[in-house]
């Protein structure tokens, strides 16, 4: 007979920010919404105290300019809020500065400590 070892962790990738559960597909719907966002982004996890933190950085579309993108942190970061219920931090950043991956794309960067 033989024998499984025991599974450890979680398989997914929810986060539980604050009491609620949070999937990054559910931010990559409020993303593409916003027309002027890419659907490249990654999530940043901190941790100050004893809150954890989260942090969205997404980028632009090419051919859009910064004086289009002005409006679109605030506007993710109210969406996130309304729809989500949890209040993050948003950066727009410029195209190709997310780093790109082959397979498994890395949405979640956790910086808390263990």
């Not at 025991?6 to 559960?21: E, F, H, P, Q, S």
């Not at 890419?38 to 901190?46: A, G, R, V």
């Not at 989260?54 to 632009?60: G, I, M």
């Not at 809020?81 to 794309?105: F, Q, Y």
């Amino acid at each position: 007979m033989r024998r499984m070892q025991k599974v450890t962790g979680r398989t997914d990738d929810m986060i539980i920010l604050r009491g609620v559960n949070l999937f990054p597909t559910q931010i990559e719907e409020l993303i593409m919404r916003i027309p002027v966002l890419s659907p490249h982004f990654q999530l940043h996890l901190t941790r100050e105290g004893r809150m954890d933190r989260l942090a969205v950085q997404v980028e632009r579309r090419p051919g859009t300019t910064g004086s289009d993108t002005a409006e679109a942190g605030p506007q993710l970061i109210t969406l996130i809020k309304n729809t989500i219920g949890v209040t993050v931090t948003a950066s727009v950043l410029e195209p190709e500065s997310i780093p790109r991956s082959v397979g498994k794309v890395r949405r979640i960067v956790d910086h808390r400590p263990r």
